[in-house]
């Protein structure tokens, strides 16, 4: 029987032009060649393939690849098939652009916000994956639930009420690509509720506020003092968008009375707490502080990722919504959520066990990183205060004031990449401005952290 066409061969898209097949075809051949579209060592289809897929002659195809082959453009070999041929020059490249600033890459990466990648427990992940594959039905690689995989939502309730305080049912769990996505869907939801400001803390992530406003909702600052934010200043917002646990930057928990406040203002005006939970994780001198959604899920909206504990390229994260707001968030949602092995992936990965010990894990790393950060800043810069430190992976240096800037370029002259406290603080608020400088040590893997200090502690000393 014979075989069809459509499973042999490789694939090759060519627009033949021109007043002639066989010449229209070249000109195609050598242009996909000249431009660096065909690589130098493509193997491209038979001359009876193509001829198939572009319905022409097979004599034509073969006279085009001859052609090509006395010209130099392609090799033809007994047993290799027709390649193109490696001497042909691939076309230049554009320079790449500069880092702003012209500034060389930094030795040592200690922003906040990411984890150690070097520590993505790939071997356990590995095994989880496979698991999941395995026992994934079939239908589990079609549309599915908008809300996310009902494994993944089943597994990610458990751990959330065990391990964060959170009351939350699969059913009103949505899985999404991390808190910046969960916050352009909330945005939606917002809008659909009337809501056109929304509270935030005046210290925060500027992508956050700038997602809010593309939105089309205004933001107006909370100031954040040594018990989190004040909730005493929510106006005439219809949302407010905290970091209750702890607080970021400055890395301070929300006061218990200020958590009992901003659910009664939730309460009596029928606003909307935005919680992100972004390191929740990790706690080191205190007990764990428990989600604010625990005191009240029909008024708070829970917002976390495995950005902090995993690694943010998975791009998974998960809302537990106040059971009104499930259909809202849904109309958004669509079919954005995140790949469904990725997601069956974490569900086995938490059931397993393996999330647990990799936190665990993870924590005593950073905790160590944490312990020494605060050695070395003791016996080499004894005046610098360390503060923010009970959790988290970052740390906060207070300097003098009028300093900021001076020892942001001096720790980008030892080869340091650091945030000052500057760039994230609301452009409305009205607290006189802080100097600090924001140290992640989260980033560099193990054997580069000494290193790392050595340089921070070379940027510091000459302010004060």
């Given at each position: 029987?014979?075989?069809?066409?459509?499973?042999?061969?490789?694939?090759?898209?060519?627009?033949?032009?021109?007043?002639?097949?066989?010449?229209?075809?070249?000109?195609?051949?050598?242009?996909?060649?000249?431009?660096?579209?065909?690589?130098?060592?493509?193997?491209?289809?038979?001359?009876?393939?193509?001829?198939?897929?572009?319905?022409?002659?097979?004599?034509?195809?073969?006279?085009?690849?001859?052609?090509?082959?006395?010209?130099?453009?392609?090799?033809?070999?007994?047993?290799?098939?027709?390649?193109?041929?490696?001497?042909?020059?691939?076309?230049?490249?554009?320079?790449?652009?500069?880092?702003?600033?012209?500034?060389?890459?930094?030795?040592?990466?200690?922003?906040?916000?990411?984890?150690?990648?070097?520590?993505?427990?790939?071997?356990?992940?590995?095994?989880?994956?496979?698991?999941?594959?395995?026992?994934?039905?079939?239908?589990?690689?079609?549309y599915g639930d908008g809300r996310g995989r009902p494994e993944l939502r089943a597994a990610l309730a458990g751990y959330l009420a065990r391990a964060r305080g959170v009351r939350a049912d699969p059913e009103t769990l949505l899985v999404c690509g991390g808190v910046a996505h969960g916050l352009v869907l909330l945005a939606g939801v917002l809008r659909a509720r009337g809501v056109h400001t929304v509270a935030v803390e005046s210290y925060g992530l500027h992508v956050h506020r700038d997602l809010l406003a593309q939105a089309g909702l205004r933001t107006v600052p909370l100031p954040v003092d040594d018990r989190g934010a004040d909730?005493?200043?929510?106006?005439?917002?219809?949302?407010?968008?905290?970091?209750?646990?702890?607080?970021?930057?400055?890395?301070?928990?929300?006061?218990?009375?200020?958590?009992?406040?901003?659910?009664?203002?939730?309460?009596?005006?029928?606003?909307?707490?935005?919680?992100?939970?972004?390191?929740?994780?990790?706690?080191?001198?205190?007990?764990?502080?428990?989600?604010?959604?625990?005191?009240?899920?029909?008024?708070?909206?829970?917002?976390?990722?495995?950005?902090?504990?995993?690694?943010?390229?998975?791009?998974?994260?998960?809302?537990?919504?106040?059971?009104?707001?499930?259909?809202?968030?849904?109309?958004?949602?669509?079919?954005?959520?995140?790949?469904?092995?990725?997601?069956?992936?974490?569900?086995?990965?938490?059931?397993?066990?393996?999330?647990?010990?990799?936190?665990?894990?993870?924590?005593?790393?950073?905790?160590?990183?944490?312990?020494?950060?605060?050695?070395?800043?003791?016996?080499?810069?004894?005046?610098?205060?360390?503060?923010?430190?009970?959790?988290?992976?970052?740390?906060?240096?207070?300097?003098?004031?009028?300093?900021?800037?001076?020892?942001?370029?001096?720790?980008?002259?030892?080869?340091?990449?650091?945030?000052?406290?500057?760039?994230?603080?609301?452009?409305?608020?009205?607290?006189?401005?802080?100097?600090?400088?924001?140290?992640?040590?989260?980033?560099?893997?193990?054997?580069?952290?000494?290193?790392?200090?050595?340089?921070?502690?070379?940027?510091?000393?000459?302010?004060?």
């Amino acid at each position: 029987m014979a075989r069809s066409w459509a499973t042999l061969g490789v694939d090759l898209h060519l627009e033949p032009t021109g007043p002639g097949l066989r010449r229209g075809l070249t000109d195609a051949l050598r242009e996909a060649v000249r431009t660096g579209r065909l690589g130098a060592g493509t193997r491209l289809p038979s001359s009876r393939v193509l001829a198939a897929d572009l319905g022409i002659a097979r004599n034509t195809v073969a006279d085009a690849y001859a052609d090509l082959v006395a010209e130099g453009w392609l090799t033809a070999r007994q047993g290799s098939g027709t390649r193109v041929a490696e001497r042909v020059a691939a076309p230049p490249r554009r320079a790449s652009a500069r880092r702003p600033g012209g500034h060389a890459r930094p030795t040592y990466d200690l922003r906040p916000g990411t984890p150690d990648l070097a520590s993505f427990p790939r071997a356990a992940w590995l095994r989880a994956a496979r698991r999941a594959v395995t026992a994934a039905p079939h239908d589990a690689l079609g549309y599915g639930d908008g809300r996310g995989r009902p494994e993944l939502r089943a597994a990610l309730a458990g751990y959330l009420a065990r391990a964060r305080g959170v009351r939350a049912d699969p059913e009103t769990l949505l899985v999404c690509g991390g808190v910046a996505h969960g916050l352009v869907l909330l945005a939606g939801v917002l809008r659909a509720r009337g809501v056109h400001t929304v509270a935030v803390e005046s210290y925060g992530l500027h992508v956050h506020r700038d997602l809010l406003a593309q939105a089309g909702l205004r933001t107006v600052p909370l100031p954040v003092d040594d018990r989190g934010a004040d909730p005493g200043a929510l106006t005439d917002a219809g949302a407010v968008l905290l970091t209750p646990a702890h607080q970021f930057p400055t890395g301070v928990p929300l006061h218990p009375d200020r958590r009992a406040a901003v659910v009664a203002w939730a309460h009596r005006t029928g606003g909307l707490i935005l919680e992100d939970d972004y390191d929740g994780e990790f706690r080191y001198d205190r007990q764990s502080v428990g989600a604010l959604q625990g005191l009240d899920p029909d008024h708070v909206v829970y917002l976390g990722t495995a950005s902090k504990s995993l690694a943010p390229g998975l791009r998974l994260g998960w809302m537990a919504l106040p059971p009104s707001l499930v259909g809202a968030a849904l109309d958004d949602l669509a079919s954005r959520t995140p790949g469904v092995l990725d997601q069956l992936t974490l569900a086995q990965f938490l059931d397993s066990g393996d999330y647990d010990r990799h936190v665990r894990s993870a924590r005593l790393r950073y905790r160590r990183r944490r312990d020494a950060l605060v050695a070395a800043l003791a016996e080499r810069a004894p005046a610098v205060r360390v503060t923010g430190i009970a959790a988290g992976l970052h740390a906060v240096l207070p300097l003098p004031s009028g300093t900021e800037r001076q020892v942001m370029r001096a720790a980008a002259w030892h080869g340091l990449a650091v945030h000052g406290l500057a760039m994230f603080r609301h452009p409305d608020a009205s607290l006189p401005p802080l100097d600090a400088l924001v140290v992640g040590y989260g980033t560099p893997p193990d054997h580069a952290w000494a290193g790392a200090l050595d340089a921070l502690c070379r940027a510091l000393p000459q302010v004060y």
